[in-house]
């Protein structure tokens, strides 16, 4: 089991920036693909960005050239800079990492931004 404790959530207006960020035990080792997923009330959880553990990164569509997914392994953390940010990108946010064939979830951050 992988305990994730997330932070950074919070109220920021439209066009302001929040960055979140989603840490793992240091003690574990084996971390492989990190990823940030979001829920709006009333939709599905939709994958917001990922990455892997070499560095490579991919992006949904809304939130390209706007948000920026990055890790540090020594600390088995993964961030989530949200800049230029929109109604829209209200959610709860989620982290969740791989290791092994497991996919463990973090426990949620809200992000609400005010237009």
């Known amino acids: 089991q992988v305990q994730l404790v997330e932070s950074g959530g919070g109220l920021a207006q439209a066009g302001g920036s929040l960055r979140l960020s989603c840490a793992a035990p240091?003690?574990?080792?084996?971390?492989?693909?990190m990823a940030w997923y979001r829920q709006a009330p009333g939709n599905q959880r939709e994958l917001v960005a990922t990455?892997?553990?070499?560095?490579?990164?991919n992006y949904a569509d809304s939130v390209k050239g706007r948000f920026t997914i990055s890790r540090d392994n020594a600390k088995n953390t993964v961030y989530l800079q949200m800049n230029s940010l929109k109604a829209e990108d209200t959610a709860v946010y989620y982290c969740?990492?791989?290791?092994?064939?497991?996919?463990?979830w973090g426990q949620g951050t809200q992000v609400t931004v005010s237009s």
């Open positions: 240091v003690s574990i080792f084996g971390i492989n693909a």
């Open positions: 969740a990492v791989t290791r092994g064939l497991s996919l463990y």
């Open positions: 990455i892997t553990s070499g560095g490579s990164t």
